[in-house]
């Protein structure tokens, strides 16, 4: 198959890919830590390293932030913003959080206390005025309310205030605001969630009000579920509204995306294709990688994700549209997937390398980082402010 690059180029110029401010600091699972010498520890430290991974992938210019891990100055998070602007990013989406605080162990929005409920609304309604001062557009909810036991809660009663909480936020933001709701089918409530599902998260996101859409984060399903399948539904119902990429081989592993699945991932990547064909426009998507790297070094990690979505994209695109409706027509299924598998087998490596070349990037991203010596240089200077502050690193 011939590689015309001009279309895909363009479109992946378009296809700016938002980092996760989580992913650069020390994360661990419930049994512990395992601590980097380059990890981040303010953030500070964090769009720095974002910033090193646009610097070399001109694709990263926003970043997601946590309002509890990230919002440091709460009287003034237009200082995020600075912060950002000055080493040339901006401040993505935005992130409440209401699942770490002691009082939400029985859940947010759906706690039977309404003093907790009103704290829980009250947060993600601060983090809309966040949104405003720093000039997101995006604001991405993430619920753990669930229970671990049958009989724990009242189900429906506990969706209607769901639905009153999310339908009170989405009318404070703005023109311009997009809300975006994640499901997942459990963790921390190995019972029920509370939106479990893509079909539960369209439907409070209708509930909640024109600018709700859903988030699609590829870790949150069950093992074998057909995620494409979600991706086109939504797609067609006008629903998508973003994805937190990443890989899993088991349940939500934070894995770089295409580690475990890249045929996964890329038949996600071509039902978008298919659509913007079909709409001669692109889909409203944000495009968001939610991964912690527990064991890998982040900043590499992170390049390392984004080359591989850029690669995945680009070989979606390869998917010959008229040979497929024709294949399609004739019921020739053969033919049909035959589409899809030379397409995910040709190399486009070479011409995404010479892509960067001709926008001013290294050819080689993960290459022009590590030569840098940018990781060397963030690690003994973290360290030596590891050990100056508590002495608490070990
Ligand atoms: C929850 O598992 C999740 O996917 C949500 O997006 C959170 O905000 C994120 O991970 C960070 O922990
Ligand atoms: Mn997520």
New binding site residues.
């Given amino acids: 198959m011939s590689v015309d690059f001009d279309e895909i180029g363009a479109r992946l110029e378009r296809l700016e890919i938002e980092l996760p401010s989580?992913g650069f600091a020390d994360t661990g699972t419930r049994f512990g830590k395992f601590l980097q010498d380059g990890a981040a520890l303010t953030l500070e430290d964090k769009l720095d390293d974002a910033a090193e991974v646009h610097r070399v992938t001109g694709s990263c210019p926003a970043v997601a932030v946590?309002v509890l891990w990230d919002v440091t100055d709460p009287g003034n998070p237009g200082a995020l913003a600075e912060a950002a602007s000055s080493r040339g990013l901006r401040i993505g989406s935005i992130?409440p959080n209401v699942f770490q605080d002691q009082c939400y162990k029985l859940g947010s929005v759906s706690n039977t206390d309404p003093a907790i409920r009103r704290r829980a609304i009250d947060h993600m309604l601060h983090s809309v005025d966040v949104g405003k001062a720093t000039g997101s557009d995006v604001l991405?909810l993430?619920f753990a309310d669930g229970t671990n036991y049958p009989g724990q809660g009242d189900i429906r009663r506990r969706k209607r205030w769901f639905e009153e909480a999310l339908r009170e936020v989405h009318e404070a933001m703005p023109d311009g605001m997009t809300m975006l709701v994640?499901y997942?089918p459990f963790e921390p409530g190995f019972y029920h969630t509370d939106i479990a599902d893509w079909g539960m998260s369209c439907s409070f996101a209708r509930h909640a009000g024109a600018n709700a859409r859903v988030l699609v984060?590829t870790g949150?399903h069950l093992p074998g579920q057909n995620i494409e399948h979600i991706v086109a539904f939504l797609i067609d119902e006008g629903m998508l509204g973003g994805f937190?990429f990443n890989d899993s081989k088991y349940a939500?592993d934070d894995l770089t995306t295409g580690s475990i699945d890249p045929y996964g991932t890329f038949r996600i990547l071509h039902e978008i294709v298919h659509a913007e064909r079909e709409l001669g426009a692109d889909l409203p998507i944000a495009w968001m990688i939610?991964q912690s790297h527990n064991l890998k070094p982040k900043t590499e990690a992170m390049i390392q994700t984004v080359t591989t979505i850029q690669e995945l994209f680009a070989k979606a695109m390869l998917v010959d549209p008229s040979r497929l409706a024709s294949a399609r027509d004739r019921g020739d299924i053969v033919s049909a997937e035959e589409c899809l598998k030379s397409a995910f087998a040709t190399d486009v490596r070479p011409a995404l390398a010479a892509w960067r070349k001709a926008r001013g990037l290294p050819e080689d991203p993960l290459e022009a980082h590590r030569s840098s010596g940018y990781g060397e240089r963030i690690a003994a200077d973290r360290i030596a402010r590891k050990s100056a502050s508590s002495g608490s690193y070990a």
Avoid: L, P, Q, V
Wanted: aromatic fraction near 16%; hydrophobic fraction near 15%.
């Fill in positions: 989580w946590h992130n991405t993430w994640e997942k984060d949150h937190h939500d939610d």
